[in-house]
Nanobody, 128 residues
Framework: QLQLAESGGGLVQPGGSLRLSCVVSGDDLDHYSIGWFRQAPGKEREGVSCIGREDNIIYHTDSVKGRFTISRDNGKNTVYLQMSSLKPEDTAVYYC?????????????????????WGQGTQVTVSS
């Protein structure tokens, strides 16, 4: 049983930056593809950024391309989401999640939210 613990959320002004971290325990991170998802009030949860076991396979949803970067440090069992040029519409609860190990593309797993394990979430609020 994996456990995921997010941190790094908070209140930031438009145009600002935040870095989210997710520490995974219970197994080695390098066994898994993993990603970040978010849910804004009144909206469905969506896949934001995902990274495969081989870390040159990365997916970002269109709305964050060029602004968000996902990375992983398998030695620390940690995945990061560096968020820059934040906009009010980025306001949401951000969740870290381990993707299913199905033989699908990272994009498909991320956009269809095919998840085995979820974290508890961290709130990101972008407001002046």
């Amino acid at each position: 049983q994996l456990q995921l613990a997010e941190s790094g959320g908070g209140l930031v002004q438009p145009g600002g930056s935040l870095r989210l971290s997710c520490v995974v325990s219970g197994d080695d991170l390098d066994h898994y593809s993993i990603g970040w998802f978010r849910q804004a009030p009144g909206k469905e949860r969506e896949g934001v950024s995902c990274i495969g076991r081989e870390d040159n396979i990365i997916y970002h949803t269109d709305s964050v391309k060029g602004r968000f970067t996902i990375s992983r440090d398998n030695g620390k069992n940690t995945v990061y989401l560096q968020m820059s040029s934040l906009k009010p519409e980025d306001t949401a609860v951000y969740y870290c999640a381990v993707l299913k190990s199905w033989l699908l593309t990272i994009q498909s797993l991320c956009t269809n939210i095919e998840i085995d394990y979820w974290g508890q979430g961290t709130q990101v609020t972008v407001s002046s």
